[in-house]
């Protein structure tokens, strides 16, 4: 639906065009009708207001044309940019006039077909997805020239529609259907493999089934889970543009976290600093969540016996107004830089077979985000491999 929505703007701009590719035909032909019917000093007059009059036009349609959002860049038979827009200039930088396209998209399938509506003067619509440095997909509508942006017939317009968000969310719906059917189906396929043998082969065998029957629920207990995070994920995707209005307590918040970690806890070195009352306008409930998931991680991902540090403080500007941070940092494995950006991303493990030994699925620091964002939070994390984590949590007061 939006692709299609997409596609009609993008020909609406292209009607624009071509309107004005029309007019400067028109406008061509009308002076050579004025050079056949007028007398010469007429003619000259004429053709002195025709130009005046095209190039008022040229300028307005410039004008709107680099209003728009799409990319416009017009090349001639040598494929060197003869025009382009402002969001054109935006993207690709000024300095482009005169430049081989080929120096900005480095891609043989446009080329060719630029070479096609040289030739053929027709128009052509193509899909061009680039990979590197970031991935962007354009939707290209490329016709043959004359505009009254370029005044040559053996010109070709560019017309990029930039649909890189819609296709990006596109794949990662795909993808998040096909990691939950994946996660979903691994317990599944071993719940119903040791159903079969115990009430198989092995009906009587009362050792096999004192054995597969605790591993089979702990496949179902991690089965409930997933269905709870992924429940609460989107309970919370519906209500991120509600902010949370309730007078809470960080103080008590995380020494109620601090309780449902104790028996964990109890194995590592673990501090609470927090002494004083810090209140900030948020959801009980929730902010609970968020810091049992970071307190999860931290037991999860550290050896036994290590540092973990609770703290809070006041804030350095990170949020609207006043503010205050929350730090909980850990003396664990750690996570590499290049990871970083990435741990918020649904299902998303640095060592998958390491997460789901403990437990993982990769959901926990996406809850985190999506609930920090819907109390217009900020989320820091740093993080060394080998020496630990520290996340920040950064909230308006109260
Ligand atoms: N404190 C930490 N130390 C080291 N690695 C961490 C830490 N926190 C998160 N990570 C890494 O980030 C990944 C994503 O974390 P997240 O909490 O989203 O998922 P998870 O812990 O694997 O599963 P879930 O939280 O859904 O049970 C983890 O798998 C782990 O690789
Ligand atoms: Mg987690």
Known sequence: MELLFYSLAGLIVIVVIAVSRKSIVAGMEARSDINRENKPGDTEEGIEDITKENIEKTNEQVKIINQIDDLILIVDKFKNIKFFNNSAKKKFGENNLNKHVATLLRVPDLLQNIDLVLLKKETITMDLELSSPLFQFFKVHLFSGPTSFVDDPDSVILFLKDLTDIIKAQRFKSDFVANVSHELKTPLVSIKGFLETISGHAKDDLEAQ??????????????????????SLSRIELQEHLQPQDKVNLKEILSNVEDIHQKNLKSFE??????????????????????????????????????????????????????????????????????????????????????????????????????VNQHRGELEIKSEPQNGTEIKVHFSKF
């Open 210 to 231: 004192k054995k597969f029957i605790p591993i089979m629920l702990e496949q179902a207990d991690r089965m409930e889970s997933l269905i709870k995070d992924l429940l």
């Open 270 to 371: 673990f501090k609470n600093n927090i002494k004083d009352d810090f209140f900030i306008k948020g959801d009980y409930e929730k902010l609970i969540e968020v810091f049992s998931n970071i307190i999860d991680n931290s037991i999860k991902y550290s050896e036994k016996n290590k540092k973990i540090e609770i703290n809070c403080g006041q804030g350095n500007g990170k949020v609207i107004g006043d503010s205050y941070i929350v730090s909980i940092k850990d003396n664990g494995i750690g996570i590499p830089t290049e990871q970083l950006p990435r741990i918020t991303e649904r299902f998303f493990r640095v060592d998958a077979a390491k997460s789901k030994k403990v437990g993982g699925t990769g959901l926990g620091m996406a809850i985190v985000k999506h609930i």
